[in-house]
């Protein structure tokens, strides 16, 4: 009877511990429109929480709550293009910056902890970076590159930086004019699953089946991810190495969490490496983990999480 009970739960999108959010309200980021996503009592002591690259804050949902329980308020959002944020004309880097000041702008004034994993954590370390009067406390989860990538590619000069960025611009609106018209493939709830099982190889089907129910729409024709089709990264060149030579500039405590079991979506950095960067204030831990840590070993990540924040 318990099987048969889970089975018809998943059916209708429940997924055990996951517990969609509270409260959702719109934020206005210069004329686009941002989804948040709220856990927790809004009297709380608030945690601004970013997910990372073709996430959605709802990636959060067996995450978050226990954040919550922990006697935080969890504030997410989906990034621009993602989940139920409006689409955008363009998306780069800085864009996604302002979208994260202004949710937390429109949250609260006070200082903050803030949680990133994955693309999230790059934002909000270098929101710590620009703004660190308006932080207590950061966890980087899997969010730092390695400084491998060098050794694999000669880095760019800043004049090959600034030279390239002609040249990848116009690729960019070619690939939006492309784009500009082009609506995601279909598929069944199990097909949309599979799919995200091949870049998430770690994670449970069940939970993917459920990342479905809550990242896709339900269309005449079949599931969609909500993610915008014309989607596509910043107007670069980047090299996610170039982030280590400004760990040691960060002075809101931070603790690095760093997955050893490397995936498709993941970064390969290692502990022993980011120590060489990490400044007075900062700690890293590894973790015999895939790149969605928190979604492996939710409670475990709560704990290391809620410890750093006392």
């Known amino acids: 009877m318990k099987a048969i009970a889970a089975a018809e739960a998943l059916a209708h999108g429940a997924y055990p511990g996951a517990v969609p959010p509270e409260r959702r309200r719109l934020v206005d980021s210069f004329g686009l429109s941002i989804s948040v996503a709220e856990w927790g009592s809004e009297t709380a002591p608030v945690l601004l929480l ?32 993602h989940g139920d944020s409006e689409h955008a004309a363009l998306y ?26 994955s693309k999230g954590a790059g934002l909000l370390l270098d929101l710590c970076l620009l703004l660190p009067e308006r932080f207590s406390h950061f966890v980087n989860m899997d969010g730092l590159g390695s400084a491998r990538t060098r050794r694999r590619r000669p880095d760019l000069t800043q004049d090959d930086r600034v030279q390239g960025r002609s040249a990848i611009l116009v690729k960019w609106l070619d690939h939006r004019r ?19 099982g091949k870049m998430n190889p770690r ?6 089946r459920y990342l479905v129910t809550a990242g896709a729409r339900r269309d005449p024709d079949g599931w969609r991810w909500k993610l915008d089709p014309g989607m596509r990264w910043g107007v670069g060149p980047f090299r996610p190495d170039w982030t280590l030579d400004r760990l040691n500039e960060v002075r809101v405590p931070m603790l690095a969490l760093v997955s050893t079991i490397e995936e498709p979506m993941g970064w390969g950095a290692s502990a022993e490496e980011l120590r060489t960067y990490l400044s007075g204030s900062s700690k890293v831990e590894e973790l015999e983990l895939g790149h969605f840590l928190h979604i492996e070993e939710p409670r475990a990540i709560t704990d290391l999480v809620l410890d750093h924040l006392s």
């Open 92 to 117: 780069n880097w800085p864009a996604d910056l302002r979208d994260a000041l202004a949710v937390l702008n429109s949250t609260t004034d006070e200082a903050v902890a803030l949680v990133g994993h």
């Open 203 to 208: 994670l449970p089907p069940d939970w993917l």
């Open 50 to 81: 970013a997910h990372g690259g073709s996430d959605f804050a709802r990636t959060f949902d067996g995450f978050a709550p226990l954040l919550a329980a922990g006697g935080w308020r969890v504030v997410s959002w989906d990034h621009r293009g």
């Open 178 to 196: 492309q784009a500009a018209t082009g609506v995601r493939r279909p598929g069944t709830l199990e097909e949309l699953a599979a799919r995200r």
